[in-house]
């Protein structure tokens, strides 16, 4: 028997999200003494996987189909998962992975686990910690079904190295019966990703207008971050919506959150609360962000974020 694990990658590189979940599935292998088990998709190179303990990779050609097909995704990772007889089917809660994990619990009959933040605390029954009521609490499932789904919170394990096998074997693109397509993908170009990023700089209505933007750009310019925005930024159409984070939009779990003129509605706070360091920077005192931040700054942002940007780039200096 073995772990199976959908590797997410991009453009022919493994996503950030791609490693982490490949690090959990290792150790999710030893603990039960099975093999870990890739499944890929226009992967150019499996070396990395091998240094993050994979056994074997199988990497499915898509040759006429450039976009991600989440029933012909689902269904070849179903046959590897019946080749390699897997009780167990890894994914990232990634917005591609959120898509297909339920899709491979009903095909392959398992029991779905969302939310996941850390290992298995049982394997017989299977029993792990998930995070609920938008990471307000945790609470422990449990299935006595032979095959389960597990989906991984962004950025709850890391990326742990361990050598392994990465043998690669082809596997066919599976073919299906639904008729939706994807013709065209837009995307903001020359940009981290809010999904891959360790570090987020937000800007809420604080800064006055989107000619000031350029304070949050600077900034994630010099940390090497990514930007992000309030609900209501992206509603006045200062920044786009893809931008957006919190309960509504994009959900973040980085290593570090910068909120800049974001007063901390409850939805934001939502979206944002997987983050391990908040820090906030507001002229408001009472601003409700400030319960929720680790570290705060109670002043004008239009004074703080140059200053503390130049004192960055003179540290990186």
Same mark, same amino acid.
């Given at each position: 028997?073995?772990?199976?694990?959908?590797?997410?990658?991009? +453009?022919?590189?493994?996503?950030?999200?791609?490693?982490?979940?490949?690090?959990?599935?290792? @150790?999710?292998?030893?603990?039960?003494? =099975?093999?870990?088990?890739?499944?890929?998709?226009?992967?150019?190179?499996?070396?990395?996987?091998?240094?993050?303990?994979?056994?074997?990779?199988?990497?499915?050609?898509?040759?006429?189909?450039?976009?991600?097909?989440?029933?012909?995704?689902?269904?070849?990772? #179903?046959?590897?998962?019946?080749? *390699?007889? $897997?009780?167990?089917?890894?994914?990232? &809660?990634?917005?591609?992975?959120?898509?297909?994990?339920?899709?491979?619990?009903?095909?392959?009959?398992?029991?779905? /686990?969302?939310?996941?933040?850390?290992?298995?605390?049982?394997?017989?029954?299977?029993?792990?910690?998930? !995070?609920?009521?938008?990471? +307000?609490? /945790?609470?422990?499932?449990?299935?006595?079904?032979?095959?389960?789904?597990?989906?991984?919170?962004?950025?709850?394990?890391?990326? +742990?190295?361990?050598?392994?096998?990465?043998?690669?074997?082809? $596997?066919?693109?599976?073919? !299906?019966?639904? %008729?939706?397509?994807?013709?065209?993908?837009?995307?903001?170009? =020359?940009?981290?990703?809010?999904?891959?990023?360790?570090?987020?700089?937000?800007?809420?209505?604080?800064?006055?207008?989107?000619?000031?933007?350029?304070?949050?750009? =600077?900034?994630?310019?010099?940390?090497?971050?990514?930007? &992000?925005?309030? +609900?209501?930024?992206?509603?006045?159409?200062?920044?786009?919506? %893809?931008?957006?984070?919190? #309960?509504?939009?994009?959900?973040?779990?980085?290593?570090?959150?910068?909120?800049?003129?974001?007063?901390?509605?409850? #939805?934001?706070?939502?979206?944002?609360?997987?983050?391990?360091?908040?820090?906030?920077?507001?002229?408001?005192?009472? @601003?409700?962000?400030?319960?929720?931040?680790?570290?705060?700054?109670?002043? =004008?942002? /239009? *004074?703080?974020?140059?200053?503390?940007?130049?004192?960055?780039? &003179?540290?990186? #200096?």
């Amino acid at each position: 028997m073995s772990v199976v694990v959908y590797i997410e990658s991009q +453009k022919g590189v493994v996503k950030k999200a791609g490693l982490e979940i490949a690090s959990f599935g290792r @150790a999710i292998a030893d603990a039960s003494q =099975d093999s870990l088990v890739a499944v890929t998709f226009n992967l150019e190179d499996t070396s990395t996987l091998k240094l993050y303990g994979v056994d074997k990779v199988y990497n499915v050609n898509t040759e006429e189909d450039n976009f991600f097909n989440v029933e012909r995704y689902a269904n070849s990772i #179903q046959n590897v998962v019946l080749k *390699e007889a $897997a009780k167990i089917i890894l994914v990232s &809660a990634s917005a591609d992975g959120r898509y297909l994990g339920p899709i491979l619990a009903v095909k392959s009959k398992a029991a779905y /686990f969302s939310n996941v933040v850390a290992l298995p605390t049982s394997y017989d029954p299977l029993t792990v910690k998930r !995070s609920c009521f938008t990471n +307000k609490a /945790f609470n422990e499932s449990t299935t006595n079904e032979e095959c389960s789904v597990i989906s991984l919170c962004s950025n709850a394990y890391g990326l +742990k190295e361990k050598q392994g096998l990465a043998q690669v074997f082809e $596997a066919s693109y599976e073919t !299906s019966s639904t %008729s939706l397509k994807v013709v065209s993908v837009d995307k903001v170009t =020359d940009k981290i990703t809010i999904a891959d990023a360790d570090i987020v700089v937000s800007g809420g209505r604080g800064l006055k207008g989107p000619e000031n933007w350029h304070l949050i750009e =600077d900034l994630a310019t010099v940390l090497g971050a990514a930007t &992000a925005c309030s +609900k209501p930024v992206s509603d006045m159409g200062w920044r786009p919506h %893809s931008e957006h984070v919190g #309960q509504t939009g994009k959900p973040v779990a980085s290593n570090l959150y910068i909120a800049i003129g974001v007063s901390g509605a409850i #939805q934001h706070l939502a979206g944002i609360n997987s983050s391990k360091v908040k820090v906030v920077i507001n002229n408001d005192p009472e @601003a409700p962000f400030f319960k929720a931040a680790d570290y705060g700054i109670v002043g =004008d942002a /239009f *004074e703080v974020v140059p200053q503390l940007i130049s004192k960055l780039k &003179a540290l990186k #200096q």
